[in-house]
């Protein structure tokens, strides 16, 4: 993965909302994770301040660049902004379920939301991030312009001349003259030939500055930067030339692959044993009952040491219980430990119950390694799985984010 930098903004020209009540990015990205869902999390670049310029930098992490949204095709785009506006009505929900809970918590955080949606540059700010919304400059607003004052009107001052000349300011000397007429030959005191040969000279004192744009021009034909119908015939570009750079961005794409599969090795081999045992039955039992965890005909725990967010996947008959539905095919994920890092324990446990005998099917139990900032390192981890009287116990150590480390396959 790669961290990309996707926009960049002026703090003086884009400041935070008058309005905005200073969520971080991470706290957000948390709630509409676990609120709303992961592509609502997603949507959001992480600001990344530059104090010393007065800029922010808009960061994501992926594999490819993400693409604005003019550069998009017709279709392409309509699919994007449906997309982005079906998120915004699941945000926008959301944060009126919140007001109407109440509470100076849930009220700042909801403010923070609808700001978050408040495109000030309308669609300029969204991007595509693999077909997904992706949105820089949120919660800012473009700094209010000041009127430029009002002028005071003097009667005092004396009257302009009726037979004065025009005093027209002109870019290209003798253009002024020009824009007044061959009306105006005879109005001054100068002959008209007197008139004519001042306007050859100011042609000739331009005459360099054509020649040079001309031999840019010119120059730029080579290089492929000017692409125009009529000079066609002069453009020394090659079909050559754009063989040669479709075959750079094919070797970019290999080696961007070969990098990412090489960092995946050398994590591998410099990952080393777990810095903690995976808890043992009884323990996870005791923090079960400690958690005053309720008991059902199918039950399956998770247990760790330490502060990283382990994720209890279950793949169900017709469905997925996780975090991020924690409720499917009759059960329920009813204990979910360091979600956050603020809120993340030393020894940490994992929940999902069916009250009643579960749907009949195969169940497939993983565990998923998730990212919320803390040091990456090998985890041990402990399965308990209990059906009716029998139990099972399983191990296994989760090594890099994002791995999905398969536990058991079971059939009911």
């Not at 079906?86 to 379920?97: H, S, W």
């Not at 918590?105 to 923070?112: F, K, M, P």
């Not at 540059?121 to 991007?127: D, S």
């Not at 599969?261 to 081999?269: P, S, T, V, Y």
Request: aromatic share 6%; proline share 7%.
């Amino acid at each position: 993965m790669y961290s990309i930098r996707v926009a960049t903004t002026d703090d003086r020209e884009a400041p935070p909302a008058e309005d905005w009540p200073g969520l971080s990015w991470d706290r957000l990205c948390d709630v509409l994770r676990i609120e709303v869902s992961p592509e609502a999390a997603a949507l959001l670049a992480e600001p990344v301040a530059d104090p010393a310029r007065g800029l922010t930098h808009w960061h994501i992490v992926a594999l490819e660049d993400p693409q604005a949204l003019h550069a998009l095709s017709s279709a392409d785009r309509e699919k994007l902004l449906a997309r982005f506006q079906a998120l915004q009505g699941q945000i926008r929900a959301y944060a009126e379920r919140l007001t109407a809970a109440g509470g100076e918590s849930n009220l700042r955080l909801a403010q923070g939301l609808r700001a978050a949606l408040d495109l000030d540059a309308g669609v300029a700010q969204l991007w595509s991030r693999s077909g997904a919304p992706l949105l820089t400059g949120w919660g800012r607003r473009r700094a209010r312009e000041t009127a430029a004052p009002t002028g005071i009107i003097d009667d005092m001052r004396p009257a302009r001349r009726q037979d004065a000349a025009p005093r027209g300011k002109g870019f290209i000397p003798g253009l002024t003259w020009m824009r007044g007429g061959a009306e105006r030959l005879g109005q001054s005191g100068a002959s008209p030939q007197s008139r004519l040969a001042r306007l050859r000279l100011s042609w000739l004192m331009w005459l360099p500055f054509c020649l040079l744009v001309a031999a840019i021009f010119y120059r730029l034909l080579p290089a492929c930067a000017i692409d125009l119908p009529l000079a066609r015939r002069v453009n020394f570009c090659s079909v050559e030339s754009n063989a040669a750079l479709d075959e750079l961005l094919s070797r970019n794409v290999q080696l961007r692959d070969q990098l990412l599969d090489a960092e995946k090795r050398i994590a591998e081999l410099c990952a080393g044993p777990p810095t903690a045992p995976a808890p043992t039955t009884d323990e996870t039992r005791r923090r079960a009952e400690d958690a005053r965890l309720r008991q059902g005909k199918f039950e399956v725990t998770l247990a760790w040491e330490g502060r990283q967010d382990l994720d209890l996947y279950i793949y169900c008959p017709g469905g997925k219980l996780y975090h991020g539905a924690t409720a499917a095919c009759g059960g329920a994920l009813d204990h979910d430990a360091n979600r956050t890092p603020d809120a993340a324990e030393d020894h940490p446990l994992e929940h999902a119950i069916w009250e009643q005998d579960p749907p009949t099917g195969v169940y497939r139990i993983a565990v998923n390694y998730y990212d919320h900032g803390q040091p990456v390192r090998p985890v041990a981890f402990t399965v308990v799985v209990k059906s009716s009287a029998e139990e099972k116990t399983y191990n296994g150590v989760a090594r890099a984010y994002g791995q999905e480390v398969e536990v058991v396959q079971l059939t009911r």
